[in-house]
């Protein structure tokens, strides 16, 4: 199965700073089927990109994601208060469908 | 902006099974393929495996494909996973995940369900 591994695990920052945070893939992701999910305390994840760089429905344009092969990424361009969360890729390309282990964003 | 409603909490024990449902109420149930997703607590996501909604084919995790069973009610528009043999370890939520097309399982997970927590305990 393809592994993903997410850096940073936590990611201090503060509102109206540039986030970026990564994803890499132990192989290459197909077709760059590559997802971004947000994720808050007690709730369920949110799907902000797919297909490494589009965004989903009602996402803001602060919010871009980048890459191929096994390096992707995403970035925030100015955070605020709202995007701090738990952010997981996942690739979709190939099954079993696996999730990276996530970076906590946090102030 | 499709919602979808699972079932309650539920607690069982070691060796027992739980079916948990997933619906999406007014919308075109046959038009979607559903993923199940979990997460223990404190831990990230695992992709548990899909179903369509159209056809009913299935596309299971290999670690699970022993225990668990996913199936559709295209009359009622619900989905549900049964898991068997439970263990201590697969204490988690539990989420239903519909995808926007039922012909593939590559595909990614738009619209999420607000979970269901399983308890596995003696």
């Known amino acids: 199965e393809i592994v993903l591994t997410q850096s940073p695990g936590t990611l201090s920052l503060s509102p109206g700073e540039r986030a970026t945070l990564s994803c890499r893939a132990s192989?290459?992701?197909?077709?760059?089927?590559l997802a971004w999910y947000q994720q808050k305390v007690g709730q369920a994840p949110r799907l902000l990109i797919f297909?490494?760089?589009s965004r989903a429905t009602g996402i803001p344009d602060r919010f871009s994601g980048s890459g191929s092969g096994t390096d992707f990424t995403l970035t925030i361009s100015r955070l605020e208060p709202e995007d701090f969360a738990v952010y997981y890729c996942?690739?979709?390309?190939?099954?079993?469908?696996?999730f990276g282990q996530g970076t906590k964003l946090e102030i | 902006q499709v919602q979808l409603v699972q079932s309650g909490p539920e607690v069982k024990k070691p060796g027992a099974s739980v079916k948990v449902s997933c619906k999406a109420p007014?919308?075109?149930?046959?038009?979607?393929?559903i993923s199940w997703v979990r997460q223990a607590p404190g831990q990230g996501l695992e992709w548990m495996g899909w179903?369509?909604?159209?056809?009913?084919?299935?596309n299971y995790a290999q670690n699970l494909q022993a225990r668990v069973t996913m199936t559709t009610d295209t009359s009622t528009g619900t989905a549900y996973m049964d898991l068997r043999s439970l263990r201590s370890d697969d204490t988690a939520v539990y989420y239903c995940?519909?995808?926007?097309?039922?012909?593939?399982?590559?595909?990614?997970?738009?619209?999420w369900g607000p979970g269901t927590l399983v308890t596995v305990s003696a």
């Open positions: 297909d490494a760089s």
């Open positions: 192989e290459s992701v197909t077709s760059r089927y």
């Open positions: 179903i369509s909604a159209y056809n009913g084919n299935t």
């Open positions: 995940a519909f995808t926007q097309n039922p012909y593939t399982s590559s595909l990614p997970f738009h619209f």
């Open positions: 996942q690739q979709y390309g190939r099954s079993p469908y696996t």
């Open positions: 007014g919308y075109s149930f046959s038009s979607y393929g």
